[in-house]
Structures are given as structure tokens and as C-alpha cells.
């Protein structure tokens, strides 16, 4: 599918079920001067295609599709609007949003828009990529030891000082030694890139002066975004991006990329003609049994690709296996993922799409993550995934925020608690058959969906008034923040709460069972002054402000995860709290005064105080302990017998405990704070 080079000539295919004819259009190498149009000759099992001897990379070309214009019959084909190849791996051309990008005339939407819009339309380069990998080798980090790191590409190092100015923002600037060596002291393992394929911003957006920052509006599945590019001569798109790639591996860290298959930048019956709905409008998109006129929008962006349609299908494995074989990325973070196998009656574990990702060679052995909701009914499946999927898990984020923050209605217990510290049972540990296990949790306190780590404890209401929509998007109320004034404040006493809350969150999430994942700037204490829906801030709201980097707080961040990698406290394994031959219990639960935990004390809203005794860690080769006090007062814990040292106390800015370091009979933890301790 695509163009493809063979050394002598180029190959060109497209897939349309629909189309009566398809026609290739060429160009001069900067796509400004149409030289040829030619018909593929060929049509074979519902691909259109035809060999150019001669032609060979740099070729610029774009595509017309030839059929019905019946948009009540989901058919809108016009071959007045030139159409962009759904595997173009190089997009030559800035878009820029025009009415004659549009295959109906905008005052009557029934009829057919004749204009060309050739001029400016995007087009494809055909290439054929050679790249030095050197000895690049995938890290194959164990799921146990992931710790993921969410991160924008541009947003991450923008500012960052350390970089070359000409650097900063870019493929180039997230592999500069200044980058690789902040997130290696830092200590986490595989970075989790917001989306990179080709994308373009929503009309809407630019006639705000806006732009689509995040990325989540692709056009071209197998295409890297050159805005990310720092546009040296030397390198291309592409190749900038693989560089990158091979200097994250040289560090053994993995790269995954956040990819958005649920729908495409030509969003709903209003949108433009720029690839998809041209060539085959009612195979691409899944549209409405009672108007095919209009799409089903289980994506909450005007639009929902049909996966079930095989060739649409191919196309998002073609794309997989693209980035995985060509690109060397080590995995893929899905949006919205149940679209991805909706089958007739809605979301089917057993789907088309996830069979083919099992029996894929390549596909089958690289981290698969998915954002287990969309907008659809049914939508929300969490703990409904294959095994082998990790799965964000917004009930761990819900819980801990309400039970660190206090202002959860109803209040969230110990109880709730425990469930999300250990793995979540209830979601992913079904029984032998379903049996998941625990680190396909992936656990998060905040991601780039939300307030800022540093924002949640800061304010209490969303201040989105930059975005253009009157502070009505995103989230409303921070319905997990108690913590006094809105804001930045000069409250010596405000500060001290939030900076120990920011703490006892990282620390629960760093070393809870699961996979965790800090958002990018978490570690050192990023604000976007309380906007929760930054999508469209391609500014210092959403840039990293390493000039005001806490590094304290960095610091304590590094401490939590170098703990985590050495003594792994829960382990990869499923706790039961029962005896082993031996007599020793794997793990068990306690009060503050060292009795055991027993029905109702569960769920007191009076005392969210706990205990959890771990007998055999992950990686500890003695028990550990973990003393947990979201209450406003310091409370003293009744330690069990033996002498206990403190490896973390989350009161301190360091998170090193004070002298002495062992204890035995009793240990204070201070009020909003978490204690690991390990017995000597």
C-alpha cells in the first residue's frame, strides 16, 4: 500500500471499495506545479493500483478519487479536491484552512463544491529510507521495572537552558546529553511521547489564533510531524526522529508513542476533504444505520475510523508495524482504545483488532497501553482489556486523590485505599482463566489530560479562559483539593501542606503495585497555572518552566524511584494475606496501634490510618513496612517486633528520615505523609 521504490520505478496503491476510478496526480519537487495526472490502471480486490517505470524517491503526488456524490448514502467522492495518501510517509506542504478544502459548498451543504484545490492541497513524497542504526537494540525493559514518564515532545526541553536555542522543543533537543541525563538521574524507564504522526490544527482553533498543541488531530498515520523537526539540513523528519530513538536506547530507555486511531483530522459531516473521506467516506468512517450522511462519534471528535472494515484494519497494523520495524519504537499508548474494537454491538475483548495485534510477529512483543474509555456507549473498560494490555487506571488516580486531599465525596477509606495500593484486585485479578497481572495497572495521579501535580494541590477551580471557550472545558471543580488558598500564595504554612501532599502522592504512586507514570514536570513542580485543558497552549503554560524547577522535590522524586528499584516493595505477584509453609504471611494490614484490620474498620470516614506489613517484597530481602496518616494530626504507629529503619519519610523535603534511623516499638509519622520502613 502507498508508493513503494523497487530501484526501478515506484508502485502506487490505494484503497477504495467504492471509488469508479482513481486517478495519480505528479508534481514538481516543492508540490507547487502540477505535471501529470494518470489513471491507475489496475483494480484488485478493492485496491487501485499501478507501477510508474523510471520514478523514484522525492516524487511528489497526490491523489483524486473518481464515484458518487450521495452524502445521504455515505458516498462523497469529488474529484475536484486533491487527496493525500493515507501511507504518505513524507507530507510536503504547510496546510492552511480554505473553503476549497471542502468536497460541498459550505452555504449548500447537498452540493458538490467544484473548485480545485490543488494549489493548496498536502501532498505525499515518495521515499525510500536507508538509516545507520549502528547497534540500536529495543531495552526490553521488564513490565515490573517500567516506570513510565509522559511527556510532549516540543513542551519537554522548549525552555530547558542547558539545549542549544536551535534545539530546544525538538526530536534533537529530547536526545541532547542535557535531556537523557535529567531523566536518567530522575530514574524512570520508558518515556510515553504524546503523539508525533502528522497533524493539523481544528479550524476552529486557528481563527482563535490557537493551535492543537497535543497533537491528538492526525492526518498521516506514518508520517512524523516535522513541527517537532529542529529542520537542520542534514536530516529529515525522520531521520531526526530515529536519532533520537537510538540515543534514548544508548541510555536502555524505551520510547513509546501515543497514537490516535479512533478518528482523523477531517472530524465530522462539516469537515474538509483532505485523505480518508475522499477516497472511500464509507469505509473509513463508521456512519449513523439511520443517516449515512452523518458519523458516529464515539471518539467526541466529530468522526470514529471503522477498524472492522479489514482494509482499515491493515492500515492501522501497517502503521504499528511501521514505527515499530522502521522507527524502532518500543510500544504504543492508545487514545481512546475501545474504538478500536467496537464491533457491531459495541466493545468486543475478543475483537478483530486485538486478535491481530496477538498474532502479530512484531506487534505481539512490544508494551501495549490503553486508554480503556471512549465516548461511546459502553465505552468506559477498565479492567476489560486482553492480558498483555496495560491500562490506565483512573480509579487508582480517583481514590488517591481523595483520600490524600480529603475533600472526596463520599470519602474515601483505607479501604479504597489498599484495593489501588495493591494492583487492583477487583479489575485485573478475575480468577485463573482472566488472571492479569498487577503491573498492567497503570497507575497515575495526574496526566496531561488535567491539572498539573503541583496544580491539583493549588487550586480548586480550572482557569481555562485562554482556550476561547468562556472557562467551560475541561473539568470543572477539583473535586480532590483541600488545601486553602487558590493559587500561588505567599502562606508559608500553605506551602509547607502542599509541597508534603505533593510528596505523599508521588510517593504512593512510585511505589504502589502497578506500573506508574508521572507526567512530565511532575518531579519538580510544573504549573500551569491552573489550566486543566491545556490541549491548545503551545506556550510557557504548557512548556516546562525549568527555570523555576524545584529541585528538592526533583530530588525526592529520583530518592522514590531509586527505592522502588531496589527493594520493589509489592512485588509482581498477586498477595492473598495468607500463611506460607513456613508460617509467614506474605502480606497483611494494620491499625495505627498495631492490631490487625477487621470488617467495618475498613471503611471508618473517622480513621483512614494504615498499616500495610509486607513479608515478602518484590525485591527486599526483609519485610517491609508501610505507615500511611492522611489526617491533619500527626499519629504515632505501634511498629511490630524488631528493629525497623526508615528508607522514606515524605514530612522531609528529601524524603531522608531524621536521626536516629531505626526504631522499635513506635514510629511518628507526621500528618499527610507516608513512611517506608524495612527491618533490620
Known amino acids: 500500500m502507498g508508493a513503494t521504490w523497487d530501484g526501478q520505478g515506484v508502485n502506487f496503491a490505494v484503497f477504495s471499495a467504492h471509488a469508479q476510478a482513481m486517478e495519480l496526480c505528479l508534481f514538481d519537487a516543492t508540490g507547487t506545479h502540477e505535471q501529470a495526472r494518470l489513471r491507475l490502471p489496475a483494480h484488485t480486490s478493492d485496491v487501485w493500483h499501478g507501477y510508474l517505470p523510471g520514478a523514484g524517491p522525492g516524487l511528489v503526488y497526490g491523489l483524486r478519487a473518481y464515484g458518487l456524490w450521495q452524502p445521504d448514502q455515505g458516498h462523497r467522492f469529488n474529484p475536484h479536491k486533491l487527496l493525500l495518501d493515507p501511507y504518505a510517509r513524507d507530507v510536503v506542504g504547510q496546510f492552511t484552512w480554505r473553503d476549497e478544502h471542502f468536497g460541498f459548498d459550505r452555504h449548500t451543504p447537498q452540493q ?58 525538538t526530536y534533537d533537543g529530547l536526545a541532547h546529553p542535557a535531556s537523557l541525563q535529567h531523566l536518567q ?90 485523505s480518508f473521506r475522499g477516497l472511500d467516506n464509507a469505509s473509513y468512517y463508521r456512519l449513523r444505520a439511520d443517516n449515512h450522511a452523518l458519523y458516529e462519534n464515539y471518539s467526541g471528535c466529530g468522526n470514529t475510523l471503522d ?120 479489575l485485573y485479578q478475575h480468577g485463573q482463566r482472566r488472571q492479569r497481572p498487577p503491573a498492567e495497572s497503570v497507575n497515575y495521579i495526574v496526566s496531561h489530560d488535567g491539572f498539573t501535580l503541583r496544580d491539583l494541590v493549588s487550586y480548586n477551580e480550572r482557569h481555562n479562559l485562554a482556550n476561547g471557550e468562556a472557562n467551560a472545558d475541561g473539568h470543572g471543580h477539583n473535586l480532590s483539593h483541600n488545601c486553602g488558598a487558590e493559587g500561588p500564595t505567599e502562606d508559608p504554612a500553605i506551602n509547607a501542606l502542599r509541597a508534603r501532599l505533593l510528596r505523599a502522592l508521588l510517593a504512593t ?134 528493629t525497623w529503619q526508615a528508607l522514606l519519610d515524605t514530612a522531609h523535603d528529601s524524603g531522608v528520615p531524621p536521626s536516629p534511623q531505626q526504631s522499635q516499638g513506635q514510629y511518628a509519622v507526621s500528618a499527610h505523609s507516608l513512611v517506608l520502613l524495612i527491618a533490620t
Open 307 to 426: 477498524i472492522r472494515q479489514p482494509r482499515v484494519l491493515q492500515m492501522v497494523m501497517d502503521s504499528l508495524r511501521y514505527w515499530v520495524s522502521a522507527m524502532h519504537v518500543d510500544g504504543f499508548r492508545f487514545d481512546l482504545a475501545p474504538v478500536l474494537s467496537r464491533g457491531d454491538h459495541g466493545f468486543e475483548r475478543g475483537g478483530a483488532f486485538f486478535t491481530a495485534i496477538a498474532q502479530d510477529p512484531i506487534l505481539s512483543r512490544v508494551k501495549m497501553i490503553a486508554e480503556p474509555w471512549d465516548v461511546g456507549p459502553g465505552g468506559y473498560q477498565v479492567g476489560g482489556f486482553p492480558r498483555g494490555w496495560m491500562e490506565w487506571n483512573d480509579r487508582f488516580r480517583d481514590v488517591m486523590r481523595g483520600y490524600w486531599l480529603g475533600s472526596a465525596q463520599p470519602p474515601r477509606t483505607r479501604g479504597d485505599f489498599a484495593l489501588r495500593l495493591c494492583g487492583s484486585s477487583d
Open 509 to 642: 504512586t512510585l511505589l504502589a503495585q502497578g506500573t506508574p507514570m508521572l507526567c512530565a514536570g511532575d518531579e519538580f513542580g510544573h504549573s500551569q497555572r491552573g489550566n486543566n485543558n491545556p490541549y491548545c497552549q503551545d506556550n510557557a503554560t504548557t512548556w516546562l518552566d525549568w527555570a523555576q524547577a524545584d529541585p528538592s522535590l526533583q530530588a525526592f522524586t529520583a530518592r522514590v524511584l531509586a527505592i522502588r528499584r531496589q527493594t520493589l516493595p509489592l512485588g509482581q505477584h498477586w498477595y492473598s494475606g495468607l500463611p506460607d509453609a513456613h508460617g509467614k504471611v506474605d502480606l497483611s494490614w494494620l491499625r495505627s496501634d498495631g492490631g490487625a484490620l477487621h470488617g467495618e474498620a475498613w471503611h471508618s470516614p473517622q480513621d483512614a490510618t494504615l498499616a500495610c506489613l509486607i513479608g515478602q517484597p518484590g525485591r527486599a530481602t526483609s519485610p517491609l513496612l508501610l505507615l500511611v496518616n492522611p489526617h491533619v494530626q500527626d499519629r504515632p504507629f505501634a511498629l511490630p517486633p524488631g
Open 112 to 169: 458538490m463544491d467544484a473548485r480545485d484545490n490543488t494549489a493548496s492541497a498536502l501532498k505525499a513524497r515518495v521515499v525510500h529510507d536507508v538509516f545507520d542504526w549502528g547497534d540500536d537494540r529495543p531495552p526490553h525493559i521488564p513490565i515490573h521495572d517500567t516506570v513510565l514518564y509522559e511527556m510532549h515532545v516540543k513542551g519537554f526541553s522548549k525552555t530547558n537552558p542547558a539545549l542549544p536555542p536551535a534545539l530546544r522543543g
Open 185 to 274: 538521574t530522575l530514574g524512570v524507564t520508558t518515556l510515553s511521547l504524546l503523539p508525533v504522526h502528522y497533524a493539523i490544527d481544528e479550524e476552529r482553533l486557528v481563527q482563535r489564533g490557537l493551535s492543537n498543541y497535543w497533537g491528538y488531530n492526525t492526518l498521516a498515520f506514518f508520517a512524523a510531524n516535522p513541527a517537532l523537526a529542529s529542520g537542520q539540513q542534514w536530516s529529515t523528519p525522520r531521520d531526526e526522529f530515529r536519532a533520537m530513538v537510538r540515543a534514548i536506547h544508548a541510555q536502555g530507555m524505551e520510547v513509546l508513542l501515543d497514537v490516535v486511531f479512533n478518528h482523523t483530522a477531517e472530524s465530522d459531516e462539516t469537515g474538509p476533504h483532505l
